[in-house]
């Protein structure tokens, strides 16, 4: 099953000025294997990175071998454009579906960060965040929608990635009777949410 990881971290000033720091970073990815990497800064704020990268060539991330002598420990090398240690969530989709590429390609991505009610049986949000998903990828608009869930992040969160042509839509979006609908689907299943625009950009490499 791919693995996708999605990694953010709340970045310096020195990332604009040196970008080649970044480069270099998923240099190093795409030369241990990753074929699939985007990229991106919020929209709202635009001092967090957001990087997704896909484990889908075959190996997971338990088999995925960084190399220090060319590029760095990984983790001193980050840390020269970040403030604080990163966060990763090592996700698998939709009830086990890759990740769907189409979002991060869109013109804008939004990234909307579930905590899961603690009484909900796992069955119960698989169903419902599938009934969510094929809504959003029927919107106006929209380009995909995929959810993906980190097994061993306690409490349990759940990302949902949904593509649209611009924010504009989605936020127009917003004012349907659909959108109503999935608020009450999200009632059942959701204690807190929180949510950002990122504009994605694929990794190409070399760089």
Known sequence: ???????????????????????????????????NQSYGVGIEDNEVVHWIIQFDQGFGPDKFVWNDVKYGDFGQEIMKIAREPPESAFMSFDGREAFAKEVTASPVTEIATLAIKEDVAKEDVSKILGDISVRLRKAKNSTGASWGEDPKNKPNKVH???????????????QTDEFKEIGGLMAKIVADASMVHVAFADHASPQ
């Open 1 to 35: 099953m791919p693995i996708t990881e999605y990694l953010t971290f709340r970045t310096t000033p020195q990332i604009f000025k040196d970008h080649d720091q970044f480069v270099k970073l998923r240099n190093g990815a795409r030369e241990a294997g990753i074929v």
């Open 160 to 174: 949902l990635f949904i593509g649209w042509q611009s924010i504009e839509d989605h936020i127009t979006f917003t």
